[in-house]
T-cell receptor
Framework: AQKVTQAQTEISVVEKEDVTLDCVYE???????LFWYKQPPSGELVFLIR??????QNEISGRYSWNFQKSTSSFNFTITASQVVDSAVYFC????????????FGKGTKLSVKP | EAGVAQSPRYKIIEKRQSVAFWCNPI?????LYWYQQILGQGPKLLIQ????????DSQLPKDRFSAERLKGVDSTLKIQPAKLEDSAVYLC?????????FGQGTRLTVV
């Protein structure tokens, strides 16, 4: 069965702190994609990153970085020097085949960054 | 480029009433998805269209939910009759094979 677990329900940090959001997934497929989405209060899901199962290189984009480890089935997301605008719910998702919109989402982690 | 448009943004209905949501995807996107997001949970895929054909509706409660995508562009999702547990945000997404873009959703409250 396909499953995505985000064990952290809510995280609160003070601005400029680093924060890591955890994601653990389960799949029997050898080819799959992992995603992170941001959901601000407006409700729209904003795409952050997609990773395929054959690429375990860590990725950095500005203050965002992602650590993908197949050995532990984890795809963690780190925000460096957090800002108030980073406050949102963050979802990790697994593509279970076919087109990229076929996603299984975790329950999300609500991040609150306080000034 | 215009994003995925959904309407209405909010809807409150009584249980056993009917409701319909509308989605206008990004121009040129052949694939359209409807997701249900219950408060405190991640979105769950209800149905996927490729042009005007259904690709996956395995998680759509077909006894009360229906969806169509006429002419392979706009789509409507209907609930008839609504139950209290249908209270959720209904998200529409469109995309190509390699990516999907989400609309802002319709927040449904069933009282």
């Amino acid at each position: 069965a396909q499953k995505v677990t985000q064990a952290q329900t809510e995280i609160s940090v003070v601005e400029k702190e680093d924060v890591t959001l955890d994601c653990v997934y389960e799949t029997r497929d050898t080819t799959y994609y992992l995603f992170w989405y941001k959901q601000p209060p407006s409700g729209e899901l904003v795409f952050l990153i997609r990773r395929n199962s054959f690429d375990e290189q860590n990725e950095i984009s500005g203050r965002y970085s992602w650590n993908f480890q197949k050995s532990t089935s984890s795809f963690n997301f780190t925000i460096t020097a957090s800002q108030v605008v980073d406050s949102a719910v963050y979802f990790c998702a697994l593509n279970y085949g076919g087109s990229q919109g076929n996603l299984i989402f975790g329950k999300g982690t609500k991040l609150s960054v306080k000034p | 480029e215009a994003g995925v448009a959904q309407s209405p943004r909010y809807k409150i209905i009584e249980k056993r009433q009917s409701v319909a949501f509308w989605c206008n995807p990004i121009s040129g996107h052949a694939t359209l998805y409807w997701y249900q997001q219950i408060l405190g949970q991640g979105p769950k895929l209800l149905i996927q269209f490729q042009n005007n054909g259904v690709v996956d509706d395995s998680q759509l409660p077909k006894d009360r939910f229906s969806a169509e995508r006429l002419k392979g562009v706009d789509s409507t999702l209907k609930i008839q009759p609504a139950k209290l547990e249908d209270s959720a945000v209904y998200l529409c997404a469109s995309g190509s094979y390699t990516e999907a873009f989400f609309g802002q959703g319709t927040r449904l409250t069933v009282v």
